[in-house]
């Protein structure tokens, strides 16, 4: 631990938590909301997380060597109290091994991260626990028509594309399942979970499977909620999941079927403003009372053309994940997160239409 500052001899530091991931505005919030000093390492220091914040810290990306500088920096003026990390540190295992040997890291320990990108040995496992899933291969499909090709590591979807190439060494086949796309939101204390909310989520587009919105809507049939209730017992059993998480899956006529494990806080944490999320990640337990009536979404609104934020942009208050001034955005980068809400999925859809037609036409062509 000789990299790490003394901190004895920062006594009149004065002390955060660390929110690392990708895009650190969501947990920044929910740090902030509880009482705590959110200090903040993500990938675009947007305007919202460093209104949030006491100090952003933007990086290229969450590898070792980048996080371990900025954190050593950190802490000449800073004593962490403790760290949480969201999406993108699942991609980096040897980062949270770090964090975790000198920090308290709430949420899942590193090990388990190792064993849920470990696709090989992880798609076995699912066959031994009988979830079913998409079928996988590691060597190339005979006929690649309805195949997709995977990176080991991704998220929210991105670098996922369909089989017209061979696949690189950290990547993989899997066959392309018709259907529609969910996700359940959880709390697990490594024994037992709590099932917060069923969600629909969707695409950007047939061809670009990088995540675009996700919505409350119990729709679900009782049985494939059951399906997913089964697996998730099993999971958290197995991995020793804890802290709050989310599963993935398609469903259709034929039945449900596993995607994936988001082993951290998920977008679906803003669906649920009413409860306090932030202790029950920390605790891996919560005590659901109540049931919001409203339907609730989030989408990420895409830049279509190229595009570069100007000054005086009067972002609306529905609007998340501002990009700052003079900020360039290319085509099919996100350019910030919207939220609607209302009493039914149709009302609900047509609002986050409006809002994104509102970004497009007021904030990218002003």
Same mark, same amino acid.
């Given at each position: 631990m000789s990299d790490i500052p003394d901190t004895g001899r920062l006594k009149q530091a004065q002390q955060g938590v660390l929110v690392i991931a990708n895009s650190g505005r969501m947990l920044a919030n929910a740090v902030r909301s509880a009482g705590y000093i959110s200090l903040v390492i993500?990938?675009?220091?947007? @305007?919202?997380?460093? @209104?949030?914040?006491?100090?952003?810290? @933007?990086?290229? $990306?969450?590898?070792?060597?980048?996080?371990?500088?900025?954190?050593?920096?950190?802490?000449?003026?800073?004593?962490?109290?403790?760290?949480?990390?969201?999406?993108?540190?699942? $991609? *980096?295992?040897?980062?949270?091994?770090?964090?975790?040997?000198?920090?308290?890291?709430?949420?899942?320990?590193?090990?388990?991260?190792?064993?849920?990108?470990? $696709?090989?040995?992880?798609?076995?496992?699912?066959?031994?626990?009988?979830?079913?899933?998409?079928?996988?291969?590691?060597?190339?499909?005979?006929?690649?028509?309805?195949?997709?090709?995977?990176?080991?590591? *991704?998220?929210?979807g991105i670098g996922i594309s369909w089989c017209r190439r061979s696949a690189r060494d950290d990547e993989y086949y899997q066959k392309f399942c018709q259907g529609e796309a969910g996700s359940v939101l959880f709390c697990a204390d490594g024994e037992q979970f709590t099932l917060i909310g069923f969600h629909r989520q969707w695409t950007v587009t047939h061809d670009n499977f990088a995540f675009a919105g996700i919505m409350t809507d119990a729709c679900l049939a009782v049985e494939h909620q059951k399906t997913v209730c089964e697996w998730l017992k099993k999971l958290v059993s197995y991995f020793r999941l804890t802290g709050l998480a989310s599963l993935d899956f398609i469903y259709n006529n034929t039945g449900c079927y596993f995607l994936e494990i988001n082993p951290r806080p998920p977008a679906s944490m803003m669906l649920y403003p009413e409860l306090d999320l932030l202790t029950a990640h920390r605790t891996g337990r919560i005590n659901i009372t109540t049931e919001a009536k409203l339907i609730r979404a989030i989408q990420i609104v895409y830049a279509k053309q190229q595009s570069r934020i100007q000054q005086?942009?009067?972002?609306?208050?529905?609007?998340?994940?501002?990009?700052?001034?003079?900020?360039?955005?290319?085509?099919?980068?996100?350019?910030?997160s919207i939220m609607a809400q209302g009493s039914t999925v149709e009302q609900t859809f047509t609002l986050l239409k409006s809002k994104q037609i509102h970004i497009e036409n007021i904030i990218l062509n002003r």
């Open positions: 993500d990938l675009f220091a947007d @305007q919202d997380t460093e @209104q949030l914040a006491e100090q952003v810290w @933007q990086v290229k $990306n969450m590898s070792l060597a980048v996080i371990r500088e900025v954190v050593q920096k950190l802490l000449l003026s800073y004593k962490i109290q403790w760290v949480i990390y969201g999406s993108g540190l699942e $991609n *980096h295992p040897e980062t949270l091994e770090y964090l975790a040997g000198h920090f308290c890291v709430t949420g899942n320990d590193f090990s388990v991260i190792k064993q849920l990108v470990a $696709n090989r040995i992880f798609f076995k496992r699912l066959d031994s626990l009988n979830i079913a899933h998409p079928e996988v291969q590691f060597y190339p499909p005979i006929n690649s028509a309805d195949w997709l090709i995977k990176p080991t590591n *991704h998220v929210g005086g942009i009067d972002w609306p208050e529905w609007s998340f994940d501002r990009p700052k001034c003079k900020t360039s955005i290319q085509v099919d980068e996100p350019v910030c």
